[in-house]
Every structure is written in C-alpha cells, then in structure tokens.
T-cell receptor
Framework: GQNIDQPTEMTATEGAIVQINCTYQ??????LFWYQQHAGEAPTFLSY????GLEEKGRFSSFLSRSKGYSYLLLKELQMKDSASYLC???????????FGAGTTVTVRA | DAGVIQSPRHEVTEMGQEVTLRCKPI?????LFWYRQTMMRGLELLIY????????DSGMPEDRFSAKMPNASFSTLKIQPSEPRDSAVYFC??????????????FGPGTRLTVL
C-alpha cells in the first residue's frame, strides 16, 4: 500500500514563493507526480520525478529524495491563477497505478 | 486528439436508480483508470484496465459498482442501485506520453454525480 502525506492548506502572497512538501511510504516506487487541480476541474499534470534531484519547468520545480521518501513542489513568482489544489501522487513499481495524497490547497492573496 | 471524453458531465438521480458513466480514452493507449473524488476521501482509484482487462479492482467499493471496457475506445462505470453516499465526482484517466517517455495520466473532465 501507499501512505502519502502533504499539508492541507497553504497561503502565500502574489509574487512570493511557496514550497509544498510531500512524504510517502510505499511498497513500490516508480516515480512521483505532481498534479494541479483548480476548483471544479480535473487534475492536470505538472511534473514527474523518478531520480533524485530537482526538475525545473518554468516557475514550477519539483524535487525528489528517494532515500528519504520526500518530495517538494516549489512555486515561484506566484500568480493569482496558481490558487488551486496540488496533488502529490506515487506510481507503483510495475504499472501505471497512481496513489494520490489528499492534496494541498494553495491560496494566493494580492 | 480530443483527450479523454466523459459523459454525462452532470448526473442527478434518486436513490435506488441505476447510473451509468461513460468514458472514451485517448486513442492509442490501452490502459484506463476510473477514480472517485470526494472532499472526505480525496481522489481514490476505483479500477484499472490494461488491454481492456480489469487488472486491479480493489478500489471498487462494493458489488453495487461494476465497470467494463469492451474495447479500447470505450468504458463504462455502473452503479446499481445508487445511494446518496455515492455522490462524488468520477474521473476517467488515460495514460498519455511525453517526449521523455513519461506516461502521466490525462484526466477527463469528470462526471459530477448527485444521488438524492
């Protein structure tokens, strides 16, 4: 099984940086995903890490440490449109199956 | 490609009625996932198909729920009889592919089910 933990809520100011942490304890591991979900919409893919280290994609970066069972999503230069829920998900070893955390609701204030 | 297509987008029904949710996955990929999302339980995997065969249905809540994938371009999730606690958003997801070979899952727009 999978146990995935992330904070419930975070609030930040427009233009600032926010870091969303995710810890996991899993029976198998074949990659960690971050998804963004705006209210009333479907989750959309943001990033993927399978090796240790930092993956940068524009204003968003994601970090993974497999030995620590830890990842974070870093959102820089926050914009109002970044207000959303951010879901951490771990892929099982052998297939496409994803287990999702409960999500972190980020609120960006002016 | 239009992405993952789900229908209906909204469904309101009365307790005891049969509900059928439909999904058309991204063409060319032979895996499909059904998820359910509620405030209390978050996003839960219900069932996973590969090559049209159910591989893991451990997330299906009970016998009232059933899913089929008769071919690579269509799947249904059926609830019979429906109960108020089944009210949720049901997502269908299909693996896609990026240039790096990462098979992330593309989600359909979801069906918001309300059982009165």
């Amino acid at each position: 099984g999978q146990n995935i933990d992330q904070p419930t809520e975070m609030t930040a100011t427009e233009g600032a940086i926010v870091q969303i942490n995710c810890t996991y304890q899993t029976s198998g591991f074949n990659g960690l995903f971050w998804y963004q979900q705006h209210a009333g919409e479907a989750p959309t893919f943001l990033s993927y890490n399978v090796l240790d280290g930092l993956e940068e994609k524009g204003r968003f970066s994601s970090f993974l440490s497999r030995s620590k069972g830890y990842s974070y999503l870093l959102l820089k230069e926050l914009q109002m449109k970044d207000s959303a829920s951010y879901l951490c998900a771990v892929r099982d070893r052998n297939d496409y199956k994803l287990s999702f955390g409960a999500g972190t609701t980020v609120t960006v204030r002016a | 490609d239009a992405g993952v297509i789900q229908s209906p987008r909204h469904e309101v029904t009365e307790m005891g009625q049969e509900v059928t949710l439909r999904c058309k996955p991204i063409s060319g990929h032979n895996s499909l996932f059904w998820y359910r999302q509620t405030m209390m339980r978050g996003l839960e995997l219900l069932i996973y198909f590969n090559n049209n065969v159910p591989i893991d249905d451990s997330g299906m809540p009970e016998d009232r729920f059933s899913a089929k994938m008769p071919n690579a371009s269509f799947s249904t999730l059926k609830i019979q009889p429906s109960e108020p606690r089944d009210s949720a958003v049901y997502f269908c997801a299909s693996p896609g592919g990026l240039a790096g070979g990462v098979n992330e899952q593309f989600f359909g727009p979801g069906t918001r089910l309300t059982v009165l």
